[in-house]
């Protein structure tokens, strides 16, 4: 398995307080990616890195910020967390195809279970 | 736009053959992918389409019809662990940004 954790792994925390969820890996993979699940909306992009200091915003990135500050920590922050954001949060890695076989396949970790009261 | 639409649950028969399909359209499309997810688990990989045809991995084929914004995920000989969600994702022109759809719920029956 990709050495791809996730910190905290359950959190409940209070509306309007900011929230920050940690990705960890070891991999040295160059792309970090956020999405957050949701019943019927599966897995949607938040925020997403290609390398240090490099991000972008995904499909649903409102109220979510990120940073990557050295390539094996991917935060993501919610500035004033709201009911809205209780959901499921992936981290997910993958790197640029190098040997024969290879594709852009993304290593998820073990998500965070975030639930805003 | 983009649209990834696929079945949203199935039921099938410990050791039947069942075919989940995903139809997209998407404005970059650089490959297909398929992942597994049990419940409560995180998304798996299991394969990837770049070119039009079938490619076969064990209990598992995959095909891409490009021209026709079409996927299929082919499960054979299935066990009741096959029970879970497939998710059926585009990858963008560029490489990295992957898109999903909402997945279909597979139930395994005895």
């Known amino acids: 398995d990709a050495g791809i954790t996730q910190s905290p792994r359950h959190k409940v925390t209070e509306t309007g307080t900011p929230v920050t969820l940690r990705c960890h890996q070891t991999e040295n993979h160059r792309y970090m990616y956020w999405y957050r699940q949701d019943p019927g909306h599966g897995l949607r992009l938040i925020h997403y890195s290609y390398g240090v200091k490099d991000t972008d915003k995904g499909e649903v990135s409102d109220g979510y910020s990120v940073s990557r500050s050295k390539t094996e920590d991917f935060l993501l922050t919610l500035e004033s967390a709201t009911s809205s954001q209780t959901s499921v949060y992936f981290c997910a890695i993958s790197e640029f195809p190098r040997l024969a076989g290879d594709t852009y396949e993304q290593y998820f970790g073990p998500g965070t279970r975030l639930t805003v009261t | 736009g983009q649209n990834i639409d696929q079945p949203t649950e199935m039921t099938a028969t410990e050791g039947a053959i069942v075919q989940i399909n995903c139809t997209y359209q998407t404005s970059g499309f650089n490959g297909l992918f398929w992942y597994q997810q049990h419940a409560g688990e995180a998304p798996t990989f299991l394969s990837y389409?770049?070119?039009?045809g079938l490619e076969e991995k064990g209990r598992f084929s995959s095909f891409l019809s490009r021209s026709k914004g079409y996927s299929y995920l082919l499960l054979k000989e299935l066990q009741m662990k096959d029970s879970a969600s497939y998710l059926c994702?585009?990858?963008?022109?560029?490489?990295?940004?992957?898109?999903f759809g909402a997945g279909t719920r597979l139930f395994v029956k005895a």
């Open positions: 389409n770049v070119l039009d």
């Open positions: 994702a585009v990858l963008h022109t560029g490489g990295f940004k992957t898109i």
